[in-house]
C-alpha cells in the first residue's frame, strides 16, 4: 500500500468519528427517536441558535470530506488490482 492510501484511511478514520460526534452534538428536532424517550419535551424556542446553525455547517463540511475520501479510497483501491 502506498502513502496516499494510508493517508486517505486515516482521514477517513478520523473524519468518520468526527461526524458521530457531530450528530450526536446535535439536539432533536421532535418526531425521531428523540422523541420517543423523552427527549421532545426539553425542545425551547422553534428558531435555531448560532451555535447550532455552525454546528450544522461544521456537519455538512465534515460530511463532505468524509464522503470524497470514501470515493478517492475506492478509486485507488479499485487502480490497484
Do not use: D, P
Request: hydrophobic content about 55%; proline content about 0%; some cysteine.
Amino acid at each position: 500500500m502506498t502513502v496516499l492510501t494510508y493517508a486517505l484511511l486515516i482521514v477517513l478514520l478520523l473524519t468518520s468519528a468526527g461526524l458521530i460526534m457531530l450528530v450526536l452534538l446535535h439536539k432533536g428536532k421532535g418526531g425521531g427517536l428523540s422523541s420517543m424517550f423523552g427527549g421532545g419535551m426539553s425542545s425551547m424556542a422553534s428558531g435555531s441558535s448560532v451555535a447550532e446553525k455552525n454546528l450544522t455547517r461544521i456537519t455538512i463540511a465534515v460530511g463532505v470530506i468524509w464522503f470524497a475520501c470514501v470515493v478517492a479510497y475506492g478509486l485507488l483501491l479499485r487502480s490497484m488490482v
